[in-house]
């Protein structure tokens, strides 16, 4: 499975970016697609996820700012990221969980995207 994230960049506080990441090969049952990201010096964490419940999870960062997305045909999960902060600056991951059942057993997989880096200027 390959994660293919573009979109970041560049921008000023208050700016907006658009993340987009679309997965392809072998793709079982997709259970969440989402992104995380990494600043420097700092653990990866959460930023937002949709499963295939449709349910969304947001980190408190994010919260009223960004708004994850999917295209359930293609694969893709996108974020939109609106006012942004200088805090924000850091390496965004995409993510994807998937399942496969078969007679005997399940199995699940966990997949990165290599990043994509936001850089917010104060």
């Known amino acids: 499975v390959q994660l293919q994230a573009s979109g970041g960049g560049s921008v000023q506080a208050g700016g907006s970016l658009r993340l987009s990441c679309v997965a392809s090969?072998?793709?079982?049952?997709?259970?969440?697609m989402g992104w995380f990201r990494q600043a420097p010096g700092k653990q990866r964490e959460l930023v937002a996820t949709l499963d295939s419940g449709r349910t969304i999870t947001y980190a408190d960062a994010a919260k009223g700012r960004f708004t994850i997305s999917r295209d359930y045909a293609k694969n893709a999960v996108f974020l939109q990221m609106n006012s942004l902060k200088p805090e924000d600056t850091a390496v965004y991951y995409c993510n994807v969980e998937m399942s496969r059942v078969t007679e005997l057993d399940e199995y699940e997989y966990d997949y990165w995207g290599k990043g994509t880096l936001v850089t917010v200027s104060s």
């Open positions: 090969g072998s793709i079982f049952r997709i259970d969440s």
